[in-house]
T-cell receptor, first 110, second 115 residues
Framework: SQTIHQWPATLVQPVGSPLSLECTVEGTSNPNLYWYRQAAGRGLQLLFYSVGIGQISSEVPQNLSASRPQDRQFILSSKKLLLSDSGFYLC?????????FGPGTRLTVL | AQKITQTQPGMFVQEKEAVTLDCTYDTSDQSYGLFWYKQPSSGEMIFLIYQGSYDEQNATEGRYSLNFQKARKSANLVISASQLGDSAMYFCAMRGGYNTDKLIFGTGTRLQVFP
């Protein structure tokens, strides 16, 4: 069966520090991968999606970036975090009609 | 542009009763998909049900059913026989167009089930 992992589960970072969130998928090959952000009390906003290794599409201009170095690995990064980057970050994968989400990383920028 | 609207910020239902969570959508695409997800307090997004725009039958998954009214552009979620564990945020989402898996989410409805 397919499994999606995210780490860390929670993270507290100071403003201006770098960020690296990792997402890996097991049990499937060549999935479409996604990064979403959920601000407190809000719905999900798509940040990036990838249809293959090295292929990244950005949905929202910001100080975040994404990379896909391997088929089942998706990384969300920032060189300098802003206060507005705080939120709940969810990685997702899809094959066919269904889209499945990881457990999420709760990021607090102070 | 595609849009999902959930007009109920919160809903209450008594255990064992049925509840309907509203969702309307806007799209100019002919082919699209509609999803419902449950988000408990732990934060994970749990896939509940999917309805394709060309599906003639309403989707059902156990206690969940999707009341799909294409002409009205609505895709309401019906939960039958509510349980205390159903208390959570519920999000409606849409995938639109050809060759895309990108989802657009509504703002969610918080459902609280009381004994």
């Amino acid at each position: 069966s397919q499994t999606i992992h995210q780490w860390p589960a929670t993270l507290v970072q100071p403003v201006g520090s770098p960020l690296s969130l990792e997402c890996t998928v097991e049990g499937t090959s060549n999935p479409n991968l996604y990064w979403y952000r959920q601000a407190a009390g809000r719905g999900l906003q798509l940040l990036f999606y990838s249809v293959g290794i090295g292929q990244i599409s950005s949905e929202v201009p910001q100080n975040l970036s994404a990379s896909r170095p391997q088929d089942r690995q998706f990384i969300l990064s920032s060189k300098k975090l802003l206060l507005s980057d705080s939120g709940f970050y969810l990685c997702a994968w899809s094959v066919g009609n269904e889209q499945f989400f990881g457990p999420g990383t709760r990021l607090t920028v102070l | 542009a595609q849009k999902i609207t959930q007009t109920q910020p919160g809903m209450f239902v008594q255990e064992k009763e049925a509840v309907t969570l509203d969702c309307t959508y806007d799209t100019s695409d002919q082919s699209y998909g509609l999803f419902w997800y449950k988000q408990p307090s732990s934060g994970e997004m749990i896939f509940l049900i999917y309805q394709g725009s060309y599906d003639e039958q309403n989707a059902t998954e156990g206690r969940y059913s999707l009341n799909f009214q294409k002409a009205r552009k609505s895709a309401n979620l019906v939960i039958s026989a509510s349980q205390l564990g159903d208390s959570a945020m519920y999000f409606c989402a849409m995938r639109g167009g050809y060759n895309t898996d990108k989802l657009i989410f509504g703002t969610g409805t918080r459902l609280q089930v009381f004994p």
